[in-house]
């Protein structure tokens, strides 16, 4: 009995682990982000804002960049793609980049700084801060 016990005892921990382990990996994997009115195919479409449609999406991206706020990277990249630029910060926080006007991967390449959407993650991947601008992290 006290074999059977023990046995049972080990495996409803091992089961418990399992399942804790799986509900933190899986947890972790999620979908794209609600996005609004924004068009996530021109989005996607306009590497580096290139083709400048993705600042038909501007007062969208102003009116709704604070619902992205604690999301993590990978939610930002299913929802917008691949960040145009990716800059490591100070105490492990790094900045997702994406053009809004055409950046200097464009021909013919501007003459200012583009209109970009800065997106700041912590340390743990969440979205901490999110900004339209002209400047540079």
Request: aromatic letters at 10%; a positive charge.
């Amino acid at each position: 009995m006290f074999h059977n016990q023990r046995f049972f005892s080990r495996n409803l921990a091992l089961s418990l682990l399992t399942c804790l382990m799986l509900s933190g990996i899986l947890g972790s994997c999620s979908g794209p982000v609600d996005a609004g009115s924004i068009d996530l195919v021109n989005w996607k479409n306009d590497r580096y804002g290139c083709k400048g449609l993705r600042l038909q999406d501007l007062d969208e991206i102003k009116r709704i960049k604070n619902t992205f706020l604690t999301k993590n990277n990978q939610e930002l990249i299913k929802t917008f793609g691949r960040p145009d630029r990716v800059e490591l910060a100070s105490k492990s926080q790094s900045f997702f980049i994406y053009f809004l006007e055409p950046s200097d991967n464009c021909d013919p390449k501007p003459e200012k700084e583009p209109l970009k959407v800065l997106f700041r993650l912590n340390a743990i991947n969440k979205v901490s801060e999110v900004t339209v601008t002209y400047l540079n992290p």
